[in-house]
T-cell receptor, first 114, second 114 residues
Framework: AQSVTQLGSHVSVSEGALVLLRCNYS??????LFWYVQYPNQGLQLLLKYTSAATLVKGINGFEAEFKKSETSFHLTKPSAHMSDAAEYFCAVSEGTGFQKLVFGTGTRLLVSP | KAGVTQTPRYLIKTRGQQVTLSCSPISGHRSVSWYQQTPGQGLQFLFE???????NKGNFPGRFSGRQFSNSRSEMNVSTLELGDSALYLC?????????????FGEGSWLTVV
């Protein structure tokens, strides 16, 4: 069964600093991987997804993630943090075979200080 | 195009009662899935419906049920509510016809059981 591990429940950065949120996955089949963001009292918004087309995936709001099969990782990065990036971020893996089921990590709360 | 719409957004129920939550997927999407989000357990998959048939089910008791209508709209029901059912319930939709489809989430329904 697929699983996702997000290292660090909280990550703090200064405005303008690099954002790096870590995600490692476990999957017995080629995975489909997603990053979602959740702002307070809101649902989940898709940032980006990996579906094997390209290992470096660009998403919205300046975020990108790189799929590394050898490391089973899909870390999320952004070169320069903005205050508006403060939110909770979830990495997820899709259980394939046509089912639309996501297995989520425990989430990482990003704190951005001025 | 309208996103995933969930109603009601907030509700308070008493232990032992039942509750029905509604979800309207994005137009053209045939798959609807439900997730429960709590601080302790994180995001957990409840079930997925595709063309009115339950295609996948998570590890929840039988008190949790759902259905999908011919227009793809979906409802989930929780009977005999327990305090532990207090959570954010998220509905998601996708085309549902292939692995790796983008899964879009609604804003969620906040359920408080007292």
């Amino acid at each position: 069964a697929q699983s996702v591990t997000q290292l660090g429940s909280h990550v703090s950065v200064s405005e303008g600093a690099l954002v790096l949120l870590r995600c490692n996955y476990s999957s017995s089949v080629p995975p489909y991987l997603f990053w979602y963001v959740q702002y307070p009292n809101q649902g989940l918004q898709l940032l980006l997804k990996y579906t094997s087309a390209a290992t470096l995936v660009k998403g919205i709001n300046g975020f990108e993630a790189e799929f590394k099969k050898s490391e089973t990782s899909f870390h999320l990065t952004k070169p320069s943090a903005h205050m508006s990036d403060a939110a909770e971020y979830f990495c997820a893996v899709s259980e394939g075979t046509g089912f639309q089921k996501l297995v989520f990590g425990t989430g990482t709360r990003l704190l951005v200080s001025p | 195009k309208a996103g995933v719409t969930q109603t009601p957004r907030y509700l308070i129920k008493t232990r032992g009662q039942q509750v029905t939550l509604s979800c309207s997927p994005i137009s053209g999407h045939r798959s609807v899935s439900w997730y429960q989000q709590t601080p302790g357990q994180g995001l957990q998959f409840l079930f997925e419906y595709f063309s009115e048939t339950q295609r996948n089910k998570g590890n929840f008791p039988g008190r949790f049920s759902g259905r999908q209508f011919s227009n793809s709209r979906s409802e989930m029901n929780v009977s005999t509510l327990e305090l532990g059912d207090s959570a954010l319930y998220l509905c998601a939709s996708s085309l549902g016809e292939a692995s790796g489809n983008t899964i879009y989430f609604g804003e969620g329904s906040w359920l408080t059981v007292v």
